[in-house]
């Protein structure tokens, strides 16, 4: 009998090249990673890809190659392409007979199918949604979930690698980095873990994820200063952190972001979750231990924070997506 075969879009990205390398270390699926460039695709090869597809979620006409024999997906995209994912999700639930399982990236807090809260009511500013980022990671999940799918969504916490990307140059040349969030901890996590949830829940199959929603975090919670620590450790040097206001932060990146980071400033992802070490047996991942240790791509934490970024100082990366309606 032959494997099943697992599709990888954004195989390229954080989480999917780790898992990319996870799966085909396990040999349990045939691995068919997604490419939207192809400077990257032979390096998928490299992580152990079994076949290589060019995926666009934008361009139907690319999908039935990608899906054909396919038995179950992992779905990740960028914020701003949420509008192809909805697309693409109606489009999974044509072929619902064929397609097993979905495993969807998400993020903590996108729980209206599991929490009771009014998308209207901020978490603690008075007269304020929650924020637009969140909703639209409900809408992701929703989307694959209301065309009858089996969905597993991990729903993540903020991403170590995604923290300081926008400083990099700061940090290399004059030993500092600046956003709004101070003294709050927040637990954020490695997108190694994620990639590690993501290979468990696919390998034991729908039978016992179908329908389940984990939240997936870091050990700890930390503050700004004691990131700083563990950064100026990993590179041998002193880091500073310098607090920036909202205002100068929503002038950066715009206001979809800023809002976003005003849930991490309040507090709303501090806490840590058992669900990381409930589906592998072991804790998740210190940003410290993400620094200075390497994944399945063989690459450290540190490495990858000099790699590319979506978010740039003085762009709104969500300008479009933020008029995007249900």
């Given at each position: 009998?032959?494997?099943?075969?697992?599709?990888?879009?954004?195989?390229?990205?954080?989480?999917?090249?780790?898992?990319?390398?996870?799966?085909?270390?396990?040999?349990?699926?045939?691995?068919?990673?997604?490419?939207?460039?192809?400077?990257?695709?032979?390096?998928?090869?490299?992580?152990?890809?079994?076949?290589?597809?060019?995926?666009?979620?934008?361009?139907?006409?690319?999908?039935?190659?990608?899906?054909?024999?396919?038995?179950?997906?992992?779905?990740?995209?960028?914020?701003?392409?949420?509008?192809?994912?909805?697309?693409?999700?109606?489009?999974?639930?044509?072929r619902k007979d064929q397609i097993k399982h979905v495993v969807?990236?998400?993020?903590?807090?996108?729980d209206t199918n599991t929490a009771s809260y009014n998308p209207?009511?901020?978490?603690?500013?008075?007269?304020?949604?929650?924020?637009?980022?969140?909703?639209?990671?409900?809408?992701?999940?929703?989307?694959?979930?209301?065309?009858?799918?089996?969905?597993?969504?991990?729903?993540?916490?903020?991403?170590?690698?995604?923290?300081?990307?926008?400083d990099c140059e700061n940090i290399d040349k004059e030993g500092?980095?600046?956003?709004?969030?101070?003294?709050?901890?927040?637990?954020?996590?490695?997108?190694?873990?994620?990639?590690?949830?993501?290979?468990?829940?696919?390998?034991?199959?729908?039978?016992?994820?179908?329908?389940?929603?984990?939240?997936?975090?870091?050990?700890?919670?930390?503050?700004?200063?004691?990131?700083?620590?563990?950064?100026?450790?990993?590179?041998?040097?002193?880091?500073?952190?310098?607090?920036?206001?909202?205002?100068?932060?929503?002038?950066?990146?715009?206001?979809?972001?800023?809002?976003?980071?005003?849930?991490?400033?309040?507090?709303?992802?501090?806490?840590?979750?058992?669900?990381?070490?409930?589906?592998?047996?072991?804790?998740?991942?210190?940003?410290?231990?993400?620094?200075?240790?390497?994944?399945?791509?063989?690459?450290?934490?540190?490495?990858?924070?000099?790699?590319?970024?979506?978010?740039?100082?003085?762009?709104?990366?969500?300008?479009?997506?933020?008029?995007?309606?249900?």
């Amino acid at each position: 009998m032959s494997k099943p075969i697992v599709l990888i879009s954004s195989a390229s990205g954080r989480i999917g090249k780790e898992l990319v390398a996870r799966l085909a270390k396990d040999n349990k699926f045939i691995v068919r990673a997604c490419y939207y460039s192809k400077d990257k695709a032979e390096y998928l090869k490299t992580l152990g890809a079994d076949e290589l597809v060019y995926f666009d979620l934008n361009s139907p006409e690319t999908w039935d190659a990608a899906l054909e024999g396919v038995s179950a997906v992992y779905s990740a995209s960028l914020d701003p392409m949420l509008d192809g994912h909805l697309a693409f999700s109606k489009e999974l639930g044509k072929r619902k007979d064929q397609i097993k399982h979905v495993v969807r990236v998400s993020c903590m807090g996108a729980d209206t199918n599991t929490a009771s809260y009014n998308p209207e009511q901020h978490a603690s500013r008075e007269g304020a949604s929650i924020p637009l980022m969140l909703q639209h990671y409900w809408w992701g999940e929703k989307s694959l979930i209301d065309e009858g799918l089996n969905v597993t969504a991990l729903r993540n916490n903020f991403f170590m690698n995604h923290l300081l990307k926008t400083d990099c140059e700061n940090i290399d040349k004059e030993g500092w980095f600046t956003n709004p969030l101070g003294n709050m901890r927040n637990s954020f996590v490695a997108t190694r873990d994620i990639a590690e949830a993501a290979a468990v829940v696919l390998s034991e199959g729908p039978e016992r994820h179908a329908d389940k929603f984990y939240d997936i975090t870091g050990p700890e919670p930390q503050s700004m200063k004691e990131i700083a620590a563990d950064l100026g450790k990993a590179m041998g040097k002193s880091i500073e952190y310098r607090p920036q206001s909202m205002t100068d932060f929503e002038s950066d990146f715009g206001s979809t972001r800023a809002e976003f980071f005003e849930y991490l400033a309040n507090g709303f992802y501090c806490r840590c979750s058992p669900d990381f070490y409930n589906l592998t047996g072991h804790k998740p991942t210190s940003y410290y231990e993400y620094l200075t240790t390497k994944g399945m791509c063989n690459e450290t934490g540190l490495e990858e924070l000099w790699q590319g970024n979506l978010w740039k100082k003085g762009e709104d990366a969500m300008k479009e997506a933020a008029s995007l309606k249900q």
